[in-house]
């Protein structure tokens, strides 16, 4: 196996156990405190900075394997958070090799893009679809919130995710 394979597998590698211990801490382990009986929403955060790192083809496979892993928790979503988190992923993928730059600021705009666009998505298909009263009050006290906690451990995500990249990378001077 080449060099610039194995570099790449191992990355591969630390991207699913960094999946793994977002999924743990988001559905399993109490790491992050409740507030007002709030938890973060952490596999969006991860799935998303991994494909502005890796590009839109990874990104969404980590984005399908960040939703499955959601997926088997939730009684209700169908495997609504795997197609989500796969389509974002992509997205967030080719805009940013066309139009945007790999920075702090962009992970921060795109994260809390497809975090409230989850959370309304989520409350328009599962809660006012099936009929159930008090969508938007759910919305609004539960589910903003929510997105409000996962949105303050962005920069925590970007900074992990950005220190695996550069520890495997390929550099061409090494070898």
């Known amino acids: 196996m080449r060099v610039q394979t194995k570099i790449k597998v191992k990355r591969y590698a630390v991207y699913g156990v960094i999946i793994l211990l977002a999924h743990a801490f988001q559905n399993i382990l109490t790491i992050f405190p409740q507030i007002a009986s709030v938890r973060p929403v952490l596999l969006i955060s991860v799935a998303v900075c991994i494909s502005m790192f890796e590009g839109e083809v990874v990104g969404a496979v980590a984005g399908l394997l960040s939703g499955a892993l959601w997926d088997t928790l939730t009684v209700t979503a169908d495997g609504y958070n795997a197609l989500f988190l796969m389509v974002a992923c992509g997205v967030c993928g080719v805009l940013l090799r066309i139009f945007m730059r790999n920075n702090i600021v962009t992970y921060i705009m795109m994260n809390t893009g497809f975090t409230l666009l ?42 992990i995710i950005r220190a695996v990249n550069r520890k495997f990378s390929f550099n061409y001077t090494e070898y």
């Open 118 to 159: 989850y959370f309304l998505s989520y409350v328009l298909f599962f809660i006012t679809a099936r009929g159930i009263d008090g969508g938007a009050e759910m919305l609004l006290r539960y589910y903003f919130p929510m997105s409000i906690y996962s949105l303050v451990l962005t920069p925590l995500w970007y900074a």
